[in-house]
Nanobody, 124 residues
């Protein structure tokens, strides 16, 4: 089992920045690729960013590419998501997930573990 707890969400003005954290406990964190998803109000959960188990490879959705940075600290069992130049359309509940295998395609149904999410609200 891997337990994931997100933090860092909140209310921010458009153009601002946020750094989300996801703390993991349980089984070996560095065996898992870590993935951020988000779910805007009334919409389906969507992929945001992913980082491989060793932190060497990253992948971003087009919606955040150039504005977001995913990183991880395997010594601290934590993954981060920094998003800059926030837009109202970034408003969503942000979830981190652990994926035992890096397929390069990240779908919610393929994730092994989930956190409960943290709400990010971007005001215009």
């Amino acid at each position: 089992q891997v337990q994931l707890v997100e933090s860092g969400g909140g209310l921010v003005q458009a153009g601002g920045s946020l750094r989300l954290s996801c703390a993991a406990s349980g089984r070996a964190f560095n065996n898992y690729a870590m993935v951020w998803f988000r779910q805007p109000p009334g919409k389906e959960r969507e992929f945001v960013a992913a980082i491989s188990a060793a932190g060497i490879t990253t992948q971003y959705s087009n919606s955040v590419k150039g504005r977001a940075t995913i990183s991880r600290d395997n010594a601290e069992n934590t993954v981060y998501l920094q998003i800059n130049s926030l837009k109202p359309e970034d408003t969503a509940v942000y979830y981190c997930a652990a994926d035992r295998v890096w397929y390069g395609i990240f779908r919610p149904n393929n994730m092994d573990y989930w956190g409960k999410g943290t709400l990010v609200t971007v005001s215009s």
